[in-house]
Nanobody, 123 residues
Framework: QVQLVESGGGLVQAGGSLRLSCAAS????????MGWFRQAPGKEREFVAA????????YYRDSVKGRFTISRDNAMNTVVLQMNSLKPEDTAVYYC????????????????WGQGTQVTVSS
């Protein structure tokens, strides 16, 4: 199993940036595809971004393309979501997730989840 801990959330004005980090436990981090999801109040959790286990491919939801970047460092067991040009509609709790599967895409069902970190974007 893998345990995930997010950090880096906070309050930022529209147009600003935040960098979310996810630290993973265990020695098998490089076997997991990683993803970021978010859940706004009163809404269902939604996919934000994903990265393959070797970092070779990334996926984004349309509304964050060109603004968010997902990356990973397998030597440090971390995955990062760099968020630029933030908008009030990006306000949500952001979750890091991991899955041990052959492939990953925006519809993949992830198995392991962090506790989440709050991101609030003021207008």
């Amino acid at each position: 199993q893998v345990q995930l801990v997010e950090s880096g959330g906070g309050l930022v004005q529209a147009g600003g940036s935040l960098r979310l980090s996810c630290a993973a436990s265990g020695r098998t981090f490089s076997r997991y595809h990683m993803g970021w999801f978010r859940q706004a109040p009163g809404k269902e959790r939604e996919f934000v971004a994903a990265i393959t286990k070797n970092g070779g491919s990334t996926y984004y939801r349309d509304s964050v393309k060109g603004r968010f970047t997902i990356s990973r460092d397998n030597a440090m067991n971390t995955v990062v979501l760099q968020m630029n040009s933030l908008k009030p509609e990006d306000t949500a709790v952001y979750y890091c997730a991991a899955v041990l599967s052959i492939l990953v895409n925006p519809t993949t069902r992830f198995d392991y989840w962090g506790q989440g970190t709050q991101v609030t974007v003021s207008s």
